[in-house]
Structures are given as C-alpha cells and as structure tokens.
C-alpha cells in the first residue's frame, strides 16, 4: 500500500481518546495524518504486527515506511510533523523527559475511562466539532 499519510490508530470507544483526536485534526494544519479508529475494519491490515491489547493500551502512529511509534513517542513524533505541537515535542526530546512522558501516558491510559467521566470528555467532544477535511478517506 503507498501511503503519504502518518496513520494514527485510536480506541474511538474512548471518549478521551476520541476528544484527543478530535483536536488533532484541528492541529493538522498541514494534511500530514489519517486518524483511523482501531475498531475500523482497516485498522488490522495497515500493521498486523500490533495485537488488539496493544492497540487498545496506546495511541500508534504508523508511519509511510511503516515505523511505528507508541504512545508518548507517538505525540514526540507528531508534534514535528503539527507545526502547533512543535513546542511539545522539542520539549520531549529533553534527555529523560521522554521517560517521564511514557510513565505519565501510561498512567493516563490505564485510568482513561474514569478521567474521561471526571474532565467530561463526552460533552466536551460535543462542543468541539470534528474537522471537515478535503480527502474524502479522512
């Protein structure tokens, strides 16, 4: 498959997770990612590699050459390619910030669904519209 897009796979059955997505696409300035939900029929095929568990415990973003980045690292990488982000991810290329980042998004992933209720992710998806883009496959 000859992709130009940054593939980012997300669990849409999490409100934050799907609030996260969401602003991304408005960050997306340049048309440089596809957002695919991991319970999308192609999810499975574009990296087979990757179990359902571990799409379910992390953001992936999958590259054109097909590199994979996870969680953390996937924001790190994102964050150089949304020009908005680019403070973000200077900031986790700070030795040893990265590390942290890991720990704090794992923490954040296992507690997703109760943050979610408690930040009220659901009503706050409501309020900020999905962006409308131009590729009909977004």
């Not at 700070?94 to 923490?107: H, L, S």
């Not at 992933?109 to 009503?123: E, T, V």
């Not at 706050?124 to 999905?130: F, K, N, R, T, V």
């Amino acid at each position: 498959m000859d992709r130009t897009k940054h593939i980012v796979l997300y669990d849409s059955d999490c409100p934050l997770c799907t609030f996260q997505m969401r602003l991304l696409t408005w960050l997306d300035w340049l048309n440089k990612v596809r957002l695919l939900p991991i319970n999308d029929s192609e999810a499975a095929g574009i990296s087979p590699e990757l179990t359902r568990e571990e799409l379910r415990e992390a953001i992936h973003c999958i590259t054109p050459a097909d590199q994979i980045y996870r969680g953390a690292r996937c924001f790190r990488f994102l964050g150089f390619r949304l020009p908005a982000l680019v403070p973000l991810a200077l900031f986790l290329w700070i030795p040893g910030v990265i590390w942290v980042a890991e720990k704090v998004y794992m923490w954040v992933s296992r507690n997703r669904l109760s943050l979610s209720k408690i930040f009220g992710c659901q009503g706050a998806c409501a309020i900020l519209p999905e962006r409308k883009r131009d590729d009909p496959d977004e």
